[in-house]
DNA sequence: GTACGATTCAAACGCTTGTTTGACCCGGCC
DNA sequence: GGCCGGGTCAAACAAGCGTTTGAATCGTAC
């Protein structure tokens, strides 16, 4: 499933990922995510201590880089001197897009994402607050400014919706397949681009 | 958990309900949820068949009822002389809204109802489709005829865009969390109220 | 009262789970 | 050479899983 030249440690990810977006945390077990990943099934108490820290694991590979990029095009887009609603949106979304596109597991990694808003473990709850609350505060601080009419409350539930409309329309959990003649790729790019009209318009609504 | 005055079968389908939204499908056994129904193990079984069953039971029994209230408001909402976006779009939300404000499990069923939509399970998708699919249907066509500039494609990213917030704001996943001073009631009750806004907003935008 | 079907029960079934163990392999260093 | 330590391996561990079984219990109709 995976080329034998990443490592042990890169391999079980992949692999984890894939099966936990698929079967679910509890659903997928240790010896099905071994066996995809070509690998002893000891290695992964080895090399993380236990399933708890993989599942931890499997989402610090993917929300560092996607911080990172959320941020830095954040930062781009409010370096203008006029800063547009619907490029600091594109800077929240599009890097999440990207990630979905991502040549290996990105689109699992999308729907793992989906499962861990379901779960209401608070461990896990507690550990996407703290890698990824100050994302989100800084969106809303850029936010604020650019719409000073929005009460705190009402900007935090419209950010909550978009949260919420962004990982299932990712996910593709919905009613909207995929046409075959539709590339995945383009598929995704015109989400993204439905979705910045539709959350622009949302955001601006009085 | 249950008072004892509910049929075995129903405290069954309550605690299992509660307990598939903590923990998941996978991650809810038997044994727990026959444990808070204080039901025997064998129960289940006996009464459902398999835990499969007993999964697809738990949909039915919220979705009939969600169906029928999303039906009977929309033709409300549709049978005024000129009917209005937001009065369609709150024949969507409203009946949610009141689902996860029911007395017993609502709240939880919808976080069951998040957990259906990241499990890729073909099986459990079918069954919702099945059962759901019609209704949305049935909005679809009330919104394209008051949305008529709206291309088929457009009109379906939209709703699914709707559908994800909805289902995420419900099931309070967010960062949202409800102050220790507003009642769960009045919260959702201002969770619809943004959220029809919102949506309005957004599918009217051009 | 007794017979009957429906329901509940404790116990066991075979199987899978996450984790641990101790032997084994192999490259680099003395 | 010998040695060491990180890594891999097959095997086993106890615990938990969904499901099945056969006997015990119930309310009801005869």
Redesign the interface.
């Known amino acids: 499933m995976n080329a034998p030249h990443f490592s042990t440690k890169e391999r079980i990810l992949g692999a984890a990922e894939t099966l936990f977006?698929?079967?679910?945390?509890?659903?997928a077990s240790l010896r099905q995510v071994t066996a995809a990943a070509n690998v002893n099934l000891a290695a992964v108490n080895y090399h993380f201590g236990s399933k708890d820290n993989l599942i931890e694991e499997v989402f610090r590979r993917r929300l560092d880089e996607l911080n990172v990029r959320r941020i830095e095009a954040l930062n781009a887009a409010l370096a203008v001197d006029a800063p547009k609603l619907d490029e600091v949106l594109a800077a929240f979304i599009r890097p999440a897009l990207d990630l979905s596109l991502d040549e290996a597991g990105g689109h699992a990694f999308m729907?793992v994402l989906?499962?861990a808003?379901?779960?209401?473990d608070e461990r896990l709850r507690r550990f996407l607050?703290d890698n990824y609350?100050h994302v989100?505060r800084e969106f809303a601080a850029a936010f604020t400014r650019l719409l000073p009419h929005l009460g705190k409350e009402?900007l935090?539930?419209?950010?909550?919706?978009?949260?919420?409309?962004?990982?299932?329309?990712m996910?593709d959990?919905?009613?909207?397949k995929r046409r075959g003649t539709v590339s995945e790729e383009a598929h995704r790019e015109?989400?993204a681009e439905?979705?910045i009209?539709?959350?622009?318009?949302?955001?601006?609504?009085?």
């Open positions: 977006a698929r079967h679910g945390f509890a659903g729907r989906a499962r808003y379901a779960e209401h607050s609350g989100l009402e935090y539930w419209r950010l909550d919706f978009i949260t919420g409309a962004l990982t299932h329309s996910a959990f919905g009613p909207m015109r989400a439905h979705l009209r539709f959350a622009t318009a949302g955001l601006v609504a009085p």
